[in-house]
Nanobody
């Protein structure tokens, strides 16, 4: 299994940008599909984005398409989530996830980070 640690969260104002990072250890992420999920207070954890390990093809939730960008640096074992034009509704705990397959459901990922908080004030 791979260990994941998120960083880069915090409190920002609406319209600001933020970049989350996910550092992987234990195994190289080159062979893992990496994903980002988020969980707002009182809501279920939802898919945000993922990047396929083999093709580097990216997938996004409709709610963040054109606003967020997922990328990876296999040499550094890092995955990023660039978030632009942030809105108060983007406020949530953001989680990094990894799996050899991956998908759009939480059950599609076997490894998870502890999560990091992002708060967007209006």
């Amino acid at each position: 299994q791979v260990q994941l640690a998120e960083s880069g969260g915090g409190l920002v104002q609406a319209g600001d940008s933020l970049r989350l990072s996910c550092a992987a250890s234990g195994r190289t992420v080159s062979y893992y599909t990496m994903g980002w999920f988020r969980q707002a207070p009182g809501k279920e954890r939802e898919f945000v984005a993922r990047i396929n390990w083999r093709t580097s093809r990216t997938y996004y939730a409709d709610s963040v398409k054109g606003q967020f960008t997922i990328s990876r640096d296999n040499a550094k074992n890092l995955v990023y989530l660039q978030m632009n034009s942030l809105k108060p509704e983007d406020t949530a705990d953001y989680y990094c996830a990894a799996d050899t397959v991956g998908g759009a459901q939480t059950t599609d990922f076997g490894s998870w980070g502890q999560g990091i908080q992002v708060v967007v004030s209006s």
